[in-house]
Structure formats: C-alpha cells, structure tokens
C-alpha cells in the first residue's frame, strides 16, 4: 500500500536513549603488587627513604678437637633503599555545562576508574623492575627468547631459585607473573590441565584460570614489559620486589580558573628491587 507513515517519517516525534549507567572501561588490576613486598606502613607517615635491612647468612665451622679453637665470622647484615620519588596524578576538568547537561553524577562516574588507573600505574613500576632489576637469575635471554612457555623452562626457573636455598613451599610468598599472551601457551601445556593434578573431575582445560604450576600461582598481566621484541615474565619470590604507598589516592576539586571544575587525584609512592636474586626473569618473544 501506498503512503503509509513509516519510522524515517516519525522521526521528530520519536526520542533517543541514554542509559545513565556508563561501562566501566578495562584498567589492568592490581596483581604483582598484591604479591610483593609492601611496605606502605613504613613510609606512610614522613621521609623520603626508607631502609629495608637484609640479614646475611651464617656459616658452620668445625670446633678444633684439641683446643677447642672456634673462628669467628663477619655479620654484616645489608640494606635495600626504598626511594619514595613517583609523584603521578589523574586529572579531569569538566566544563559547567556539560555537567550540568549529563546524565547523573559525573564525578561518581570519573572515581573508580581513577582508583583503578593508579593501581594499574603502581603494577607498571613494579613490572619494569624485572626487566633492569633482574640479573642473577634468568632463562632464555634478550638474544634468543623462548618461543612459548613449556615445563622445562618453568621447572628450570623453579630451579634457580631452589639452588639459593630460597624457600618457595609456601604458595602465599611465590608468584609466577606472566604477560597476557603467555595465557594460550600455558593452558595447552597439557599436565596443567589434567584430572590428576587439578584434583576435578573434568580437570582444568574448561577454565580460563591457569591451575599453580608445580605448586606456584600464576598471573597474567599486559603491564609486564617488553624490550626488544622479549616479554620479561618473572618467577618471583614476595621479598624480591617491593613498594610502599606514602600519599593514597584522594581525589580533591582544584581551585576553578575557569567556567569548569578540575578533578584531580595524585599519590606517592616507591619501588624497589629489595632481594635481587629472590627473583627469576623468564623471556619469551614477544
């Protein structure tokens, strides 16, 4: 039939919609810094330094039979220097009339994910760590990356830090940090995902989650850096890397010097590598 009035046609009298809930964008969460060393209640109040002191190992000697001679041996404990010296910040300076023309509380929709992103921002400073911090202990090399993870290469890192008679039985002080692209490798690697060592029925294989390898939890990340085309993964113990946080997020309303409120959130905090050899670097191309 003809002229019948169509949606083009109502187009005036029909209205858009705005959901007033907005979608949270996708901010990397905190995971190597819920794992680490933190020292935020050492350097929350004043200073710029703090002082980590590292006990040195002691030695056995055999007592002389004859004279009951004993040597003695030099205690030197040493230190690590947390540097409390990364300022950063979060601002968002919203102009009058759009605030007043947006759909709900623009401030309570800017919050979280300023909250997020500088949880995201302490995991990046963690994560360069391991590329310039991580020296004795390494598998693969910025020269020749292994292609994908398999069980030799993390039996291998394991290893290097067993060697140092470093305790890694306790699941809560031993992390296996990898970047995200890690993730289809580690789930292919069959024995992970067996009935056997998952302890279920069906095993692992239709989970997204990595079961802990060899006894060590793992997580994926996309703040774990890469140099020169080599993603630098870590098996790291708690003590190896640390921070402290001395000024939390806040989120304060600057002085107006225009038509527009600034919204602005800083913290202050530090990172440092405290136990070198506590740490494993693991390259894998990128």
């Given at each position: 039939m003809a002229n019948e009035t169509e949606a083009t046609a109502l187009a005036v009298l029909t209205q858009e919609l705005w959901r007033?809930?907005?979608?949270?964008?996708?901010?990397?969460?905190?995971?190597?810094?819920?794992?680490?060393?933190?020292?935020?209640g050492d350097v929350a109040a004043k200073g710029d330094i703090l002082h980590i002191p590292i006990e040195p190992s002691i030695t056995v000697g055999a007592v002389t039979a004859a004279t009951g001679a004993i040597s003695n041996q030099a205690w030197t404990p040493t230190e690590a220097q947390l540097t409390v010296d990364k300022w950063d910040h979060a601002t968002v300076d919203v102009v009058d009339m759009a605030?007043?023309?947006?759909?709900?509380?623009?401030?309570a929709q800017i919050r979280p994910g300023m909250g997020k992103a500088a949880a995201a921002d302490i995991d990046e400073k963690l994560a360069a760590l391991f590329v310039a911090g991580l020296t004795t202990n390494e598998v693969g090399s910025k020269a020749a990356p292994y292609d994908s993870v398999n069980p030799d290469i993390l039996t291998s890192a394991i290893q290097k830090l067993l060697d140092l008679t470093i305790a890694l039985e306790d699941p809560n002080l031993v992390s296996f940090f990898f970047h995200t692209s890690v993730w289809s490798q580690a789930k292919k690697i069959a024995e992970f995902n067996n009935a056997n060592l998952?302890?279920?029925a069906v095993g692992g294989a239709i989970e997204m989650k990595?079961?802990?390898?060899?006894?060590?939890?793992?997580?994926?990340?996309?703040?774990?850096?890469?140099?020169?085309?080599?993603?630098?993964?870590?098996l790291c113990h708690k003590e190896c890397i640390g921070w402290g946080m001395q000024k939390n997020f806040n989120i304060e309303t600057l002085a107006r010097v225009r038509k527009s409120t600034p919204y602005s959130a800083d913290w202050l905090f530090g990172v440092k590598v405290v136990r070198e050899t506590y740490g494993c670097l693991i390259n894998t191309i990128a």
């Open positions: 007033p809930q907005i979608l949270s964008y996708q901010y990397n969460a905190m995971k190597i810094g819920k794992r680490v060393l933190n020292v935020t605030q007043r023309q947006a759909i709900g509380d623009v401030l998952t302890g279920k990595i079961p802990d390898i060899y006894g060590v939890p793992v997580y994926f990340s996309t703040t774990i850096d890469s140099s020169s085309g080599v993603y630098k993964n870590a």
